[in-house]
C-alpha cells in the first residue's frame, strides 16, 4: 500500500471509536458502513490542528470552500462551477432532505432508482414525502442499467415532485454515461419534475471510468438541477460535517440560501474540506488506485473462495455489491456472513427489495483485509466457525 494512506493495521483501526468500529463486537471485522480505513491526508490533518490552534471552532463560515470546490472540479473533473453558487451544508443527505421539503407537496411522490443508499427510502419518507421506484434494469449477466421507460413513467405519476438520482450508484458502483444524463435531463425537463442529483462518490471513480458532472450537461434542465457532493466521502472525512451543496442557477441557489439556518456545517468540516479540495490530490490519487487494485483482488477472491458469488468490478467508489443468492443463504446472506463468519458487510435488503439475497462489502481498506473479510465469509458458507481476532 502506499505509505501515505497508512497501513490499516487492526490493531490501530480497533482504536478508533466511530460507528464503523463500535457497532459491533470486537471480533467482528466491520465492512458496512461507508467509511474507509486509510488514514488521513496530511493536509487535512494540518488544517484541523490550525483551527484549533486558532480556537477557530465557531459556527461555520464558508470561506474559501466555493473557490476550492471549483478549483477541484475543474482540475478533475472538467466541470467549472460558479463558486457563488457553491453552498456548505453538514451533509448531503440533510442537504438533500431540506431541498426536497422545499420542493415537493407534504406526500408528494420522490423517484429514486432502487437497489440505491438506504438513506434515500429513510430521509424521504421521514420528511413526509412518498418513494416512486423506477428500479434499475439488471442484464441477465448481473450489470445494472438504467430504466429510461421505468423512469418516464415514475416522473409521469400523479404527485411526483422530484428525482433524486444517484451518480455514480451506490450500491451498484456504476457511473452514468453523458448521453443518459442528456436523456434524463429532457425527460424531467418534459414532466416538468425538479431534479436532485447526488455526486458524492465522483471523486473516486477509478481507472478507466469517467465522472460526468450533471451540471456539464448542455440542457436547460441540467442548469436547474441542485448537485449534492462532498469531500467527506472522497477523503474520509464524514465525521466532520461538511457536503456541499451546488446550484445550477439563481432559483436554486434561492432555495439553499433561504434555508441556510438548517444546514449550518461544521466549521472544522469546511477547514478540512477546503484543505482536502486544494491540495489533498496525492492522497486521492492513492485512494483511487487501492481501491481499484482491491476490486481487482475481490474478483479474485472470489472466484476462488466464493464462485456462488456474483460480482461487477464496481466504476467508482469503495463499495462492492454482491449476488450471494447462489450460496443458498436465503434473503439475508449478510446476518449468516456476521453470526458465522463474524464478518459485517451491509444487508442488500436496506437497498431496496431487489436487494433480496445481495449484500454490500466495503473495500476501502487494505488488501489484507480484503482478503480477510472474504475469508470470513467463505468460513461462514463452509459452515465453519472463523478463528476470532
Ligand atoms: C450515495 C450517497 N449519498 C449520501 C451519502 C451520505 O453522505 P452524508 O454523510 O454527507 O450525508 C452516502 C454515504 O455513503 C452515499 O453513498
Not at 423512469?151 to 422530484?162: K, M, V
Not at 446550484?247 to 461544521?266: F, K, N, V, Y
Request: glycine content about 10%; charged content about 20%.
Amino acid at each position: 500500500m502506499d505509505p501515505i494512506l497508512g497501513d490499516c493495521s487492526l490493531a490501530k483501526l480497533r482504536a478508533r471509536t466511530s460507528h464503523k468500529w463500535r457497532t459491533y463486537d470486537p471480533d467482528v471485522l466491520p465492512a458496512f458502513v461507508a467509511e474507509m480505513d486509510f488514514d488521513p491526508a496530511e493536509q487535512i490533518k494540518d488544517a484541523i490542528r490550525a483551527a484549533v490552534a486558532a480556537g477557530d471552532l465557531g459556527y461555520p463560515h464558508k470561506g474559501d470552500l466555493g473557490e476550492a470546490f471549483a478549483y477541484f472540479a475543474s482540475g478533475r473533473l472538467g466541470w467549472s462551477p460558479d463558486p457563488d453558487l457553491v453552498y456548505a451544508i453538514p451533509d448531503v443527505m440533510t442537504g438533500i432532505t431540506e431541498v426536497i421539503q422545499a420542493l415537493v407537496r407534504p406526500s408528494g411522490g420522490v423517484v429514486i432508482n432502487p437497489p440505491v443508499y438506504s438513506p434515500f427510502f429513510f430521509r424521504v419518507q421521514l420528511a413526509g414525502r412518498r418513494i416512486v421506484e423506477a428500479p434499475l434494469a439488471v442484464a441477465p449477466d448481473g450489470s445494472y442499467d438504467l430504466d429510461l421507460d421505468a423512469l418516464d413513467h415514475a416522473l409521469g405519476l400523479p404527485g411526483t415532485g422530484a428525482y433524486l438520482l444517484c451518480n455514480p450508484h451506490n450500491p451498484v458502483g456504476r457511473v452514468w454515461s453523458r448521453e443518459q444524463l442528456i436523456a434524463i435531463a429532457e425527460l424531467t425537463d418534459r414532466r416538468g419534475v425538479p431534479l436532485l442529483v447526488d455526486e458524492i462518490h465522483a471523486p473516486l471513480v477509478l481507472a478507466g471510468a469517467r465522472h460526468v458532472p450533471f451540471h456539464t450537461i448542455d440542457h436547460p434542465a441540467a442548469r436547474r438541477a441542485i448537485v449534492f457532493t462532498s469531500a467527506s466521502k472522497g477523503w474520509n472525512i464524514p465525521g466532520l460535517k461538511c457536503g456541499i451543496a451546488v446550484a445550477g442557477d439563481r432559483e436554486g441557489a434561492a432555495i439553499l440560501t433561504q434555508r441556510w439556518d438548517g444546514l449550518l456545517a461544521s466549521h472544522l468540516g469546511v477547514h478540512a474540506s477546503v484543505a482536502a479540495l486544494r491540495g489533498a490530490w496525492p492522497w486521492l490519487d492513492a485512494a483511487v488506485r487501492q481501491i481499484d487494485e482491491n476490486a481487482r483482488l475481490l474478483a479474485v477472491l472470489l472466484a476462488e473462495h466464493l464462485p456462488g458469488v456474483r460480482y461487477q468490478r464496481p466504476q467508482a467508489s469503495f463499495l462492492a455489491w454482491l449476488d450471494c443468492r447462489g450460496l443458498g443463504l436465503g434473503h439475508d446472506p449478510a446476518a449468516k456472513f456476521l453470526t458465522a463468519g463474524r464478518v459485517a458487510l451491509s444487508p442488500g435488503e436496506d437497498f431496496g427489495v431487489q436487494g433480496d439475497g445481495f449484500a454490500r462489502l466495503n473495500i476501502g481498506t487494505s488488501p489484507d483485509l480484503v482478503t480477510e473479510a472474504v475469508r470470513r465469509m467463505a468460513a461462514a458458507v463452509a459452515g465453519q466457525q472463523a478463528p476470532r481476532g
